[in-house]
Every structure is written in C-alpha cells, then in structure tokens.
C-alpha cells in the first residue's frame, strides 16, 4: 500500500511513474520506519530516498547537509513542487529564525533543512524537541569519517541530535564510502541495526582517460576547443580558476571562473549562466573551478570535465569527475598530469600536517589575540580574520588555517559561517574640504550631509552605517550611493570600508596551561591523506586495468566487466582484436564454461589475476549473444 502511495507522489510531484535501483528498496525499507544506509553513486538520486517518504510519514523530516548553498537549492527545488520545506542556517537573520522556528511549532514544514553547525547549537536543539519528528536524513554521511575525504567535525554532534529524538529513523546517505568510511559512520551514528544499501559505482556512460602532458594549457585548449556541449575545468587554487579561463577567453572559447572567495551572489550568478548555456549559446560554456564547485551540482548534460591537476583522492576525482553525463549519454573525464604535479603534493603534506611546537604556538597565539587567561574561554565567540590573525603574530597563513582545522577537530575552537559585517564610514576631510565641496553643490556632499545628519560621531572615528538606508531615504539609486561612497573614499574624504563577510571563532574549551597536541591523531590523518595520494597515482599511472573498474574495486563493487570505453580499455582492444590473441582467449572461455560458472565468483577471479584482455573478451562474447547470464551463473550458448 505504502509503496503504491510512494510511487504516486514520484509521479505528482517528480514526473517519474518508477523508481530506479536501489531507490525503490530504500524507500521501502525507510517506509517501514528501519535505519537506513545509502550508498549510491553520483547522480544517484539520493535525495528522493527520504524526501519521497517524508511526504508519508506523519511528522518532519530533518535533513542536515554541509553546504548553504545546497541546502538552498534542495529547499528552492521542494518550493517548487509545492511541498513545504526551510532552510536553517548562518545566513538567516534572528528574527527571521524566530520566526520560521514558531512556523515549525505549528507544522507549516513538511521538511526542515539544517546545516551542521546548526545541530551544534544547544539552544536551537532545544525549540525542536517538541516536534514530531519522522526521520533524520544525513546527506554527504561521508563527512561524519575522519576517513571519509572531506571530514567536518561538526557531523559528529549530530548523535545529540538523533538521540533527542528516539522514535525518528535515520537515513544516511552518501555518494562515496569505502568499508572504513562505511564503518564509520554507522558507528557515530548508532546506526548498527541499518540496512545497507549500494547502488553501482559503475558509470558506464563516462570514458575515464588520464593524459601525461608536460604542456598542459596547451592540451587544456585543445580539449576544450574540440569538445562540444558544456564542461567543466577543475584546477586546485583559486589563481589558476582566473588564469585559465582567461586563456580560454583570449583563445575564442566562452569560459568564467569559480571559487570559494566570491561572494554568494557572484557565485549563484556564474552557476545560473552556465546551467542556462544549453538555451543561450553565448552563455559561459566552461567553468574552471576549485573543488568548492561540487556537492550539489545537477547539471544534466556536461559533456566533459577536465582535471587540470589531479585532484588528492580517488574520492575527490570520482565525486568531481561524476558532474559530467548525468542525463547517461556519453561523456569525457580527462585527468592532466606530469612530472611535477606529485611534488606539490608532498609540500601540501607538510602544510596540512605541521608539528607539534607549530600547533602549540597558534593554540597560545589565539588565546593570546583575544586575552583569554589560562582555565578561560569556553563558550567565548569572536569575529575572526585569518590573515590578520597570521600577520599579527608572523605565521604562515596555509599551515595556520589547517592548524585551526585540527584544532577544531580535537574540541578547541570551532570556525563558525560567515557572517556579514557592517559597512563603516569615518568622515577625514578638513572643515575647508568639506566647504569646497558645499559651494560646488556636488551631489558628493548630500550624502556626506546625510551620514552627519544620522550617524553620529563619523568625524570622530569610524561608525557603521547602512547604505540602502541611505539610499531609500535620500531618495537615490542604491547603486549610485555605493558609486558616491567609493568616490568619496578615492578623494580621501572619508574612508570607507563596505560590508564584507567575516568568520566567527567559537572557544569549545578553557585555555590549557602548557598545551600539548594528540600527535596520534594527527599521525592517523596523514597517513590517510598519503593512502589517498597513492591511490589516485595508481589509478593515473596504471595502463592495464579499466579505470571505471579500478573505480568500482575501490569502493568495494567489483563484480563488473570492463567499461570498454576508458583509456585503458580502448589500448586493450586494439590488442584483443589480433585474430591469434582473440580467438585463443573464445576458447579459453569457452573451456571455463562447459559447466555453468558463477557470475559473480568468475569476473572476480578474473580480476584477481589481472586478466584484462580476457574481460574484455567476455564483455564481447556477452555482447555477440554466445555467452549469456541465467540469474547470476554464466553459461556457453549451446545452440
């Protein structure tokens, strides 16, 4: 009955008439009210397993995922279809938090969307207790493992959450886990009672290439000039994003850049141009990006993405590389590398992982930027600039961001969202300046007329001020106000400093006196990020083995057969295709199936011997209908 309800509600409100494996036994386990563990690849579908249920199950459903802007466009795209939904996180306003929270109270959402560090706080916990909650959703459940490839450890509060909450079932889903990550998050979640379930990590639409190229812009241009359709350039710092789609722009081809220091609406901007290419040609076609371009993203019909570096982890590769063909047509993932690239990667290991004396030093350093005393500082929040911080007390910005990310991770301090400051203004200019500028009549001087009319003391030194304020009550365009304070501020007649988003510092625990760093942990991190860099060399630097199948292995789905479309594959069937070599491996397999053979069991022994060629043999012999499959056993066409 409720499976009948669920694929109704698919079709109302999806447009779908079936679910696709495994969704429809997710969601069947989930409606029989069970703890659920997903595992599905990229374009999955992942968020129709709980959103699907939550529409017929009595109570809320919380979600809790890592990115604002995923959660604003899982709410926006829930809006759309007329299904009631909000969205808590830093950038929503108090009163307007107050407000949303007595709106829940009164079940006007159906699903209430959180960002982790939302379910840190214990004073928002506390307005949620009384709601009926049907299920708790956990999105990207891979950030919860301190093995997982991008670890938060805000995640490992959310346990607070789910035990509020006893009789709510939980589904955890995430498009990349290993067996250590998978073990993981069940443990930190409670969660030993789920059923797992895991959908293909195969992709067979995606041809998996990796080119050594000691000149890589010049093959970037190439690329990108003779693939058609939509792509993506992922590159690993921000400068490179603004070098190399200026390339591509001297180059002809439409190209702009993406990265984490834009501001949400330039961000939001750039993404809407280049999902709207397929309706407007002159549209941005290629997006060069940093890997703050990709959770969440859902463009159907990207036809390429291009790493121009490789990325650190086989994870990173598979969840970026994954953008491309999600509407299952046939698309290019290329990965660029050289000789030098791995040698950037050994001075990111001695970035990412600094020594003890260096942690202790930014520890003391930041108790002492704030003058919190030894057994002080618990529960104490501050505005925080890195680069202000790094040059008060001479260190270096890199090692200290990632010193405050372990910090963070041993219970310290905590890196809250952004939040936006004030725009400030302190008038400098001379009374005969001043009366220049009034004999002129220039428009100049109404505004400074009006920040001295209504924000007092900005001869004395800065004060904050609201620019669409201004500009509503002296009856100007805002964007003429802003033109007017930054002229103002050019002639050195005030100074002004716009809004600017600044980042909060939250003390978890008093200050220690002779503080001393977990060493272990942070031994335990370094040794994974190195599993991870060798895992994505192995996959570059291997030329025998289909890479979409080196991808299904590690994330513990072996059971396939060679894509046929890979690199690796392609060089591969150029050699089966010797008549000697090709007809000698028919009669091996030929030989190994008089007798029915396990499908399952014979691909992985195959496998386990690194019998490429015979693979791909069998992929074809399946294909011409001499092999084919009885439930899962493999047999010789007799006739």
């Not at 050195?492 to 220690?512: A, E, G, T, W």
Request: proline share 4%.
């Amino acid at each position: 009955m409720l499976q009948q309800q669920a694929k109704e509600i698919l079709l109302k409100y999806w447009g779908y008439s079936n679910f696709r494996k495994p969704q429809d036994l997710i969601i069947e386990n989930v409606l029989t009210q069970k703890n659920t563990m997903a595992l599905l690849p990229t374009g999955g579908g992942k968020s129709v397993c709980y959103q699907v249920p939550g529409m017929l199950l009595e109570g809320v459903t919380i979600v809790i995922s890592p990115l604002i802007s995923l959660i604003q466009d899982q709410v926006k795209t829930l809006q759309k279809k007329k299904i009631s939904a909000i969205a808590f996180h830093s950038q929503l306003s108090t009163a307007s938090q107050m407000l949303e929270l007595e709106n829940i109270i009164n079940g006007k959402y159906k699903f209430i969307y959180l960002s982790p560090e939302k379910v840190v706080s214990e004073n928002f916990r506390a307005y949620l207790v009384n709601l009926k909650v049907a299920q708790i959703a956990i999105d990207e459940a891979h950030c919860i493992s301190m093995w997982g490839y991008d670890f938060r450890p805000s995640y490992l509060k959310i346990i607070d959450l789910i035990n509020l909450f006893p009789l709510a079932k939980v589904v955890a889903l995430t498009a990349s886990a290993t067996k250590t990550v998978l073990t993981d998050i069940l443990q930190h979640l409670n969660m030993a009672d789920a059923k797992v379930f895991k959908g293909s990590f195969v992709r067979p639409n995606l041809s998996y290439e990796a080119i050594l190229e000691e000149n890589k812009m010049h093959k970037l241009v190439q690329l990108c000039t003779k693939f058609d359709g939509t792509g993506l350039v992922y590159t690993r710092n921000r400068r490179s994003t603004v070098e190399i789609s200026r390339l591509l722009k001297e180059k002809g081809i439409s190209a702009d850049y993406y990265h984490a220091r834009l501001t949400p609406e330039e961000r939001s901007n750039k993404q809407n141009a280049w999902n709207q290419h397929y309706k407007n040609p002159d549209a941005i076609r290629i997006l060069v990006c940093t890997n703050a371009f990709g959770m969440g993203i859902d463009k159907p019909d990207v036809r390429f993405v291009i790493h121009a570096e490789p990325p650190p982890s086989l994870e990173y590769y598979y969840q970026e590389a994954g953008r491309a063909g999600r509407d299952g047509a046939f698309s290019r993932c290329i990965v660029l590398h050289n000789t030098n690239d791995f040698v950037g990667f050994d001075e990111q290991l001695k970035q990412k992982f600094p020594d003890a004396l260096f942690i202790a030093k930014v520890y003391n350093a930041l108790f002492n930027h704030y003058q919190i005393a030894v057994n002080m500082g618990i529960g104490l929040s501050f505005a925080f600039d890195l680069n202000t911080f790094a040059e008060k007390f001479k260190l270096p910005v890199v090692e200290t961001m990632h010193t405050l990310k372990f910090l963070n991770q041993q219970g310290t301090v905590e890196l809250g969202d952004a939040i936006l400051s004030k725009s400030t203004v302190h008038i400098v200019a001379n009374p005969s300046q001043l009366a220049e500028l009034q004999a002129k009549h220039n428009p100049l001087d109404d505004v400074i007329k009006y920040i001295l009319r209504h924000y007092g003391g900005a001869f004395s030194g800065a004060v904050a001020i609201d620019e669409l304020a201004i500009a509503r009550d002296a009856e100007l365009p805002k964007t003429l106000v802003y033109k007017i304070l930054n002229r103002l501020h050019e002639l050195r007649m005030i100074v002004y400093s716009p809004k600017k988003r600044q980042n909060k510092i939250h003390f978890l625990d008093d200050r220690q006196n002779n503080y001393l760093p977990d060493m272990h942990v942070l031994s335990k991190l370094k040794t994974q990020y190195k599993k991870g860099i060798n895992g994505i060399k192995d996959f570059i630097s291997d030329t025998e083995q289909c890479k979409n199948l080196k991808i299904a292995i590690y994330f513990d789905d072996p059971a396939h057969l060679p894509c046929g479309i890979c690199d690796n594959c392609i060089k591969n069937k150029k050699v089966l295709h010797n008549k000697l070599s090709y007809d000698d491996l028919v009669k091996e397999i030929k030989n190994d199936l008089a007798t029915e053979e396990e499908r399952t069991i014979y691909i992985k022994n195959l496998q386990k011997d690194n019998m490429q060629l015979k693979l791909l043999a069998l992929q074809d012999l399946i294909d011409r209908g001499l092999v084919y499959s009885e439930g899962n056993y493999l047999s010789w066409r007799k006739n």
